[in-house]
């Protein structure tokens, strides 16, 4: 988060289910002075407040039953407000699973590893 705030967003926020991990977070922002953040405290599964996004960044964050759920909630809020959705995935252990649901592949940036692979869903196309 503290990276992505670094880049012209209008929003850089994050879901975290421990709290202890959303205080320590927040703390960080806080005392780094990066004001468009937040941390929800959630289970990235139950997390539906994705209608406001357009750029969703995860790094292998969970397991394939998790995924599917975020996937899901993803796509559903891309039915409510129709956009474009670019999602930024690093070590994508469940290609597979997003391929699946109505992102498509874009690119991969493979200058580090694991690599940086990039999906686009695109509503007017789904």
Request: with cysteine; glycine share 0%.
């Amino acid at each position: 988060m503290i990276t992505l705030a670094s880049f012209p967003f209008n929003r850089v926020d994050g879901v975290e289910i421990s709290p202890r991990l959303v205080q320590v977070a927040q703390r960080n922002l806080n005392r780094l002075r990066i004001a468009r953040s937040r941390v929800f405290h959630s289970d990235a599964a139950d997390f539906k407040e994705y209608d406001r996004y357009t750029f969703i960044y995860m790094y292998n964050p969970f397991p394939r039953v998790v995924m599917e759920a975020v996937l899901r909630n993803l796509c559903d809020s891309q039915q409510r407000r129709p956009r474009t959705i670019t999602l930024i995935y690093k070590a994508a252990d469940a290609e597979d699973l997003v391929l699946e649901s109505r992102f498509r592949w874009a690119r991969e940036f493979d200058h580090c590893q694991p690599a940086f692979v990039v999906y686009i869903s695109d509503s007017f196309h789904n």
